[in-house]
């Protein structure tokens, strides 16, 4: 900093952090997009901020500048005519009943973005804002949440499938799903293969949601539900698979041991244990969407955060794993896979 003109030495300016205060509007904007159906409207044809607004009952005002700052981001086109359009990735990702449709996922956004408003009491006391990992509080969220997921690890599931040989297995092949959610790492694997069965468990009140979804896809005769904590309830077997999609950031390092040596006992030997996880680098430098869900998990849970590749090497090895290896998947995560020796 020059100490007479208050201005910055060299190259350095302010414009990456003054970016970086706006950061939270894009989401939201769409989020506001898909709850008032402009997404929809506009793939039916492209439409003026006029006639937009009076296609879904919103102002015209509104409207205009919502959809300018979308095309600003190029989530939306806009022709000569001044009409707006979709863009590829509005189109295939933002328009309901697409197969891969996001929109559900950013209309929830605003239950994840309110406990940030209260960051600094974690940051000054480490306990959360709420607690997403106790049934009481995360049952309902959940409940409300994990159907707008599945298109996000949907792609992850099928590589997961590929990656266990599953369309080649000419023997009934037992997975178990920990804490299943949508069901859709289940669903992606049975759909790999008819020899699949699945154990789904999650809290009781998160169930319901994976079986419609199952029933959705026709796979209810391949799926038994079993109701309880990952750490409790009954999980049959033994499996020759076990999924843990996205969990053991929630846990926390303790009882992510005690999840990783209790599912090591409820494996047939050679079994094979698949993580989705928001691993971070060994030196916690990267990927910052990882770094950024460790804050998240400081907001929303007691002990949870996101974890290196060696810290859950480490634990696996510690529960009898061999073998640990990754996986590069689509979606928000790779997939860690270990064996049971």
Sequence with gaps: M???????????????LLQMSWAYVPPLVIASAVRHGLFDALAREPMTAEVLSITTETSARGVRALADLLVGLDVLGRDEAGRYTLRPESEMFLVSGRPAYLGAYFAHLTQLVTPFLELDNPVRTGEPVRTLNEAAMGSVF?????????????????????????AQSAMPVSVLDMAAGSGVWGIALAQASPQVRVTAVDWPQVLPVAERTVARFGLQDRFSFVPGDV?????????????????LHTEGEARSRALLRRLHEALVPGGTVAIAEFLVDEDRRGPVGSLIFAVNMLVNSATGTTFTMGEITEWLAEAGFVQPRLVPAPGPSPLLLATRA
């Design 142 to 166: 959940f409940h409300d949440f994990v159907e707008a997921l599945f298109p996000m690890n949907y792609p992850g599931a099928q590589v997961l499938a590929g990656a266990l040989g599953l």
């Design 231 to 247: 750490l409790t309830a009954s999980l049959g077997g033994p499996h020759h698979a076990v999924i843990l999609g996205h969990i």
């Design 2 to 16: 020059d100490m007479e003109t208050g201005r910055p030495e060299g190259d350095v300016t302010p414009q990456r």
